[in-house]
Structure formats: C-alpha cells, structure tokens
C-alpha cells in the first residue's frame, strides 16, 4: 500500500506530462504544415516578374501549469523565394535563338 502510495502519483504525473508534451509536438507539427500551405499558396498567386522574397514566422507556445514551470516555446520560420515559372518558360525561349 505504501509503495503504490508513493508512486502511483509520480507515474500518473510523468504520463500526463507525457501527454502534454506530445501534444505540444503535435501543434508544432500542424502549424508547420499551415506555414508550409500559406507558402505554397504564395508561390501559386504570385505573378510578377522578378524573384521575390517571402518569409513568415510563427510561434507555438505550451501553457505553464502544473509541474511544468518553465515557458515552452517553438519558433516556425518559413523563407522562400517566390518566381513566376511562365515567365522563366518566355526568358528561356530567348536564349535559344
């Protein structure tokens, strides 16, 4: 009794935290992908004639609560060059000739 006393509280805590922990993981892994779409949806709409620059960042916070005292937090940066792909195919037309 008094060994399941003094640890079944510490190994419900440790898979709780295991749980939130996960979870945190799995966010980050959402708004990456949200990032990545936003990105490819810029690539697709952009229709000048140069290369231009796109960046975004976000950020991914886990609450504090609990045993957890510290701010846990993910930074997502996303650079990408946008081009216009047609306007490549044309350019490339004029140097083979």
């Known amino acids: 009794m008094t060994e399941a006393a003094i640890t079944m509280p510490l190994m419900i805590l440790t898979a709780m935290l295991l749980i939130r922990v996960f979870t945190f993981y799995l966010e980050i892994l959402s708004a990456g992908i949200s990032e990545h779409m936003t990105a490819l949806e810029a690539w ?3 229709r000048g004639i140069g290369v231009r620059k796109y ?3 976000r950020e991914v916070r886990m609450l504090k609560g609990g045993v957890l005292k510290i701010d846990l937090v993910k930074t997502i940066d996303t650079r990408s060059c946008l081009l216009n ?3 490549l195919v ?8």
């Open 85 to 87: 792909e047609d306007n």
């Open 44 to 46: 697709d709409s952009y």
């Open 90 to 97: 044309r350019a490339g037309d004029l140097f083979d000739r």
């Open 55 to 57: 960046s975004s960042q």
